[in-house]
């Protein structure tokens, strides 16, 4: 069974930073991708920023060069730094990884999701 677990959400004022991080656990064989999605209340659910396991990025229009999105393979363990923060990053941020389980093919995982709140 694998898990994601999240952390480092919060609240924070604009221009401020935060950073999450989402650590993978379990009968992981190997971990390809891992990304940050966000959903804001009455929106759909976007992709913010991903990487996959040979360190290509690629980030959201809306949040390059103010994000940046870094992993530890050796920790399977996946970041978001947040700087220059705005009210509209407001959202609850999902970790999503493809990871191979032991006797499993690869399979499309989801963390239980950590709340970013930006106040003006």
């Known amino acids: 069974q694998v898990q994601l677990v999240e952390s480092g959400g919060g609240l924070v004022q604009a221009g401020g930073s935060l950073r999450l991080s989402c650590a993978a656990s379990g009968s992981i064989v190997r971990i390809n991708a891992m990304g940050w999605y966000r959903q804001a209340p009455g929106k759909q659910r976007e992709l913010v920023a991903a990487?996959?396991?040979?360190?290509?990025?690629n980030y959201a229009d809306s949040v390059k060069d103010r994000f940046t999105i870094s992993r530890d393979n050796a920790k399977k363990t996946v970041y978001l730094q947040m700087n220059s923060l705005k009210p509209e990053d407001t959202a609850v941020y999902y970790c999503?990884?493809?990871?191979?389980?032991?006797?499993?093919?690869?399979?499309?995982?989801w963390g239980q999701g950590t709340q970013v709140t930006v106040s003006s």
């Open positions: 990487m996959t396991s040979g360190g290509s990025t």
């Open positions: 999503n990884a493809n990871i191979k389980a032991i006797g499993d093919i690869n399979r499309g995982y």
